[in-house]
């Protein structure tokens, strides 16, 4: 089967035919209809991720995909089941590593990838859904969605009428945006150096549109969420604090990088500002995926302007550069498409 692979750090991903080994206990075979790509990916390419020593390793933690086969103990899914492929861990057995062979050599992977035609996942990162669930919602429930919506419901006590700012307006970002709305958060403030981001933050009901954190003169903001990483605009965003304001870390800061407060002092004004960074928005997939589906089915939450481009898997690496151009929403990659 094909299966993108990093072999190289800061290298294009290879298309390469790998093999699946025999699954052991907890696993499960999935063959992989779609897969979202995601920031956390651009952080392994670079080597952010202490992954250099895995290397080669496959790729992908959001993805929608068909229960092919199951490993001894696997009770949760079935062969023929539609999953979401997460990274946070829900129910069932946390497997071993999986074991690919690329070249004649065994291979480790993550306990979950989807960059691939087949995946072998861990049962605790698989959690099924009705036939009928969209493949590409599937998808972005396996971390973009389900991590903003979780930032808003589960991290930040959001209260009706807060003052919410998210930077940097990608795939999670768009969907933190309209997370926030849905809790009747106002004004809420997508920030984006990139112009062409606007008629989507709009879309996904932001009320402003700014180009940088420090273009908002209309007093401090209740919640600063970041995707960026970027040291500088989180010291600018944190100087943009509420006295009861929260800043949440999405974007992860490359190795070794400060991020500098200013003014420190005043994080003990009001009632204490925090910064936390977010863990995937506290996600408990079998808890929360089925609520979101639910929500999505009854119009009540929009996902078909997330996803500006589709790409093949041989075309992955396209996929790369389109995330790394700042002008796209969710980039999906299309593998089985049945
Ligand atoms: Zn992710």
Redesign the pocket.
Known sequence: MKAAVLEAIDYPLFIRDVKCTELKTGQVLVRNLVS?I????LHEIRGYKNNKKFLPHLMG??GCGIVEEIGEGVTTVSAGDKVVMH?RQGLGIESDFPKYILNDAIITSGKVTTLSEYSIVSENRLTSVDKDTPSELCAIL???LT?AMGIIDNEINLKFGESVAVIGCG??GLNLIQAASMKNAFPIIAVDNNLNKKDLCIKSNASHFINNINDFHQGKIDIIIDTTGIPSVITDAINKLSDQGRMILVGQPAPEKFVQISNALNLFNGIGKTIKATQ?GKTSPHFDIPRYIKLYQNDRLQIDHLFTHRVPLVDVNKGFDLLRSGNAGRVIVSINEK
Do not use: K, P, Y
């Open positions: 979202g995601c920031g956390s990916q933690h959001e990274w396996g971390c973009a991590t795939g999670i995937g």
